[in-house]
Structure formats: structure tokens, C-alpha cells
């Protein structure tokens, strides 16, 4: 979102706007009531809801496949396997990565990062090195980081953000130097919506010969996301927030770098071959898929990625930006609402506070007219710490949003403050 602007901003040149009442249709969990009230879903930060693509596509797999896969030399086997290479493949091109053997299925962002910490950083990192990140993380973004420290003795420095809540580029610049092994950070912030400038702050971090990973937990959804072009050494993601299956996500990592750590987890799949006095481990993917993997949810995940394509993500942005205003402008007209996070660019997140009502008790003031959003620290308490919160909350938008749902919104927002004050 740049600036408020008007409620209805015309979209930008070159993006064809969404049929957003065609994209509706598709999403048989927005068609109902909740509490007697059309459900107003705007807790898409946490997770969004799937497609009937998505939704057949699972069953689908789950009716006529289902069959694991890289083991049976049979048909079922023979078609799980395609589908499930298939789906990396998807993913390899949504990301913008060169080769799919770069993409490694995890069970969503968490576990890709914990993947990053647990096979590179635990194992590379000494009481010399440090991690940069910054006070906008997830907590799936730090705790990991702690306990490399806790392991290594690696230390970290936290960049902090401004009072718009944007990540202060010029400290995370003086933050990154000789010691640096690691910069990381969210391409997206999930409690305060601030998009951060990914590409400047991986160059910072290759200047100083440091790796860069990027949480892109709250970007894949909402905007075009090119590896390449972000020029990152790490990337992570998870479907349920794409608009596929929960227990599936993805992590990208350059060739090199995954080829050179050791695997996460071990068991079958991972291994080249297994005696008892030594086992030599798999080529890329395989040696960081250890087990059975979610193969339903990869062959998920691949049809949403397809389901975002096709309506555009650029069109997809243009949209959100629209919502978001429109959300935007209408709380900051009511006068008891504080909205958190002002960045100047901005995507799909507002978080708001209200005088002296506690946002659980919003929350559920919302939920009776119909409206989901979420009321909590969002797994960010250093955040809330910085605003001087305990929680807020949060209406998080996806492309199927409409601008009138923002009015629901801010109908339930002036209900909540008529109770509680
Ligand atoms: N944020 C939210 O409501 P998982 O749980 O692994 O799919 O994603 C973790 C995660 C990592 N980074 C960011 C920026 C995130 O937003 C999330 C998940 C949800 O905001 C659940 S706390």
C-alpha cells in the first residue's frame, strides 16, 4: 500500500484488476454464516482458505493415488512420485529458482528455518560469528537463532524498527560487518503488514561475505517473489497461507550452500547407502527429506501456487493494496482506533489497538457480527514490546477480500467501542 489515498484507488497500469465475485465462488468456506452473520474472514495472516482447486486436487490424490513415493516401482507409486516432483517443480518456478532440486519440502516457514539453523548454523557457527536480525521477526524467526546461540556461542544483534514500525536500514548496515555470518529477516512483517526491502539488505549482507535468509512466510501470498532477483541465499514459506494445505511449506536454498550442509533429519530416503559401520547420504532433495514426506500436501501446495499464476500476482497486489486502503482509511476515522504499523510500503496487514479495550474482548465482539480477525502478540512479543502492547488486532487481507468487507469491519470496530465504552 503506498499512502492512504482514496477508499477506491483505480488500480495501477498494467494490472488487470481480479473478478474478485468469480474468486469468491471458488472458496466454498467464505459462503457462511457465523454466529447468524455472513462470515467476514479477515484472519488470513494465520492461514487462508483453499480453492475448490486445491480442495479437489487433494482428494483427489488422496481417492486415486496416494501411493509413496520414490519407493514402488508401480503405477500408483510411479504417479504419486510425478505429481509430487511436479508440485517441486511448481514451486521452483513460482520462487523463481533456477533448479528444483533448490526447493526442500518442509512442513511449513518454521520448520525451513529451524532446517537453516539446525543443519548450516549450528554446525558452521562459533562464539566468532554473528546473526543479524531484526525486532520485526517472528517468533519462528528468533527462537531458532537463540538456540544456535545457546549451541555455538554465536551471538545476536537485533536491528531495530521505527515508530511506522520499518526496519532502520541505515542501523541494519552499521549491525552487519566482518563478524557477520547471517543476516535474516521477513520479507513481510505478520503483525504490522511493513514490507522490507529484502534485495537491499541481502546485498548488505553478501558485502560483508554473510549468508541471507528470508522469511517469506507473509510475502508469497500477496506479492511476485523472484530468488534470484531478491538474490538471497535462503528463502522459506508455507502453503496454508497460499492458499494450500496445512503441514506443507517449502524451503529454497542455493545449490552450493545445500549442498555443502549436512542433512536435517535422518532415516530412509536421505541415505545413498546404509551399512552399519558407515551411511553416505542422498543427492539434493532428497538428503534433507527424511521419512515419508507430506505428499498430499506438496501436490496441494502446487495446485494453489497454480491457482495464484493464473489470477496474477501483480493483479493479486493491486487488489490487496485497494483492500488495505480502503481498511486503513476507514479505522483511522474512528477516533478510539490506533493503528500500529505506518510503513509507507505495506502489504495485507493492519493492526490496530483501541482505547482501553483489551483486543481479545474486540476480537470477540467481532466474531459475534461475523467479522475473523485475530487478537494477540501474533507470535511477536518483541514488536508488542516496542509499541508497548501486550497484543492488538489484526484483520489480515487475501485476494478474495473486497472492499465492502472492510465497512463490515469497521461496523463491528464502532459496535466493539459502543459496548466497552
Ligand atoms: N504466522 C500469524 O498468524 P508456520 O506456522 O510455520 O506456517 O509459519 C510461521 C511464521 C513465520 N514467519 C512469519 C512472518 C509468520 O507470519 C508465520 C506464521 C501466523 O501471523 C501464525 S503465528
Known sequence: MSGSGSVVEPPPPGSSPLDVDEIRAEFPALDQ??????????????????????????????????ANVHRGVHALSQRATDAFEEARDTTRAFLGAEDPEEIIWTRGTTEAI???????????????????????????????????????????????????????????????????????????????????????????????????????????????????????????FSG?????????????????????????????????????????????????????????GAVGLGHALDFVTDHGRDSIRAHEDRVLSAATERLAAIDEVEILGTAEDKASVLSFVIEDVHPHDVGTVLDREGVAIRAGHHCTQPVMDKFGVAATCRASFAMYNT??????????????????H
Open 403 to 420: 472492499v465492502e468487507e472492510t465497512e463490515a469491519l469497521a461496523d463491528a470496530v464502532r459496535e466493539a467501542i459502543e459496548i466497552f
Open 240 to 296: 496454508h497461507k497460499v492458499y494450500g494445505p496445512t503441514g506443507i511449506g517449502a524451503l529454497y536454498g542455493r545449490r552450493e550452500l545445500l549442498e555443502e550442509m549436512q542433512p536435517y533429519q535422518a532415516g530412509g530416503e536421505m541415505i545413498r547407502q546404509v551399512t552399519f559401520e558407515e551411511t553416505t547420504y542422498a543427492c539434493l532433495p532428497a538428503k534433507f527429506e527424511a521419512g515419508t514426506p507430506n505428499i498430499t
Open 114 to 236: 529451524n532446517l537453516v539453523a539446525d543443519a548450516w548454523a549450528r554446525r558452521e557457527l562459533g562464539p566468532d560469528d554473528e546473526i543479524v536480525l531484526t525486532e520485526l521477526e517472528h517468533h519462528s524467526n528468533i527462537v531458532p537463532w537463540q538456540r544456535v546461540r545457546e549451541e555455538t556461542g554465536a551471538r545476536l544483534r537485533v536491528v531495530p524498527i521505527d515508530d511506522d514500525g520499518a526496519v532502520e536500514m541505515d542501523a541494519l548496515e552499521d549491525a552487519v560487518g566482518p563478524d557477520t555470518a547471517l543476516v535474516t529477516l521477513a520479507h513481510v512483517s505478520n503483525a504490522l503488514g511493513t514490507v522490507n526491502d529484502v534485495h537491499a539488505a541481502t546485498e548488505i549482507a553478501h558485502d560483508a561475505d554473510a549468508l541471507a535468509l528470508v522469511d517469506g512466510a507473509q510475502a508469497v501470498p500477496h506479492m511476485d517473489v523472484d530468488v534470484q532477483d531478491i538474490g538471497c541465499d535462503f528463502y522459506a
Open 33 to 66: 454464516q457465523v454466529h447468524g452473520r455472513d462470515l467476514v474472514y479477515l484472519d488470513n495472516a494465520a492461514t487462508a482458505h483453499k480453492p475448490n482447486r486445491v480442495i479437489d486436487a487433494v482428494r483427489e490424490h488422496d481417492r486415486a493415488t496416494n
